[in-house]
């Protein structure tokens, strides 16, 4: 049985920090597409970020240089480091994984694994 437990989030102050974790159990997730999308109430969900199969990085542009992506192997666990936090990041998290790439970029939520998410939530 495939799982996405995610973890990490909380509430902080505007320029604060927060780091998300993802631990993958049943399928050797790193063969897949994997990374973070957002849905926040009343707003589209949106990609934050992802790795490809090939290990390459991408970020959506309000993340991009704030946000990083990391992962470790051997542990099956996705990360996702946050700082500089601004009040419209606040959302749930998903983490996903799924073996198209597009789908990861276009439509995360169509991703063939999610975690059931977890709330950040960042004060102005």
């Known amino acids: 049985q495939v799982q996405l437990v995610e973890s990490g989030g909380g509430s902080v102050e505007a320029g604060g920090s927060l780091k998300l974790s993802c631990v993958a159990s049943?399928?050797?997730?790193?063969?897949?597409?994997r990374g973070w999308f957002r849905q926040a109430p009343g707003k589209e969900r949106e990609r934050v970020a992802h790795?490809?199969?090939?290990?390459?990085?991408s970020y959506e542009d309000s993340v991009q240089g704030r946000f990083t992506i990391s992962e470790d192997n051997a542990k099956n666990t996705l990360y996702l480091q946050m700082n500089s936090l601004k009040p419209e990041d606040s959302g749930r998290y998903y983490c996903?994984?799924?073996?198209?790439?597009?789908?990861?970029?276009?439509?995360?939520?169509?991703?063939?694994?999610r975690g059931q998410g977890t709330q950040v939530t960042v004060a102005s």
């Open positions: 996903a994984a799924d073996p198209r790439w597009f789908i990861l970029l276009y439509s995360p939520d169509k991703s063939e694994y």
């Open positions: 790795i490809d199969s090939a290990g390459w990085t």
């Open positions: 049943g399928y050797t997730y790193r063969w897949y597409c």
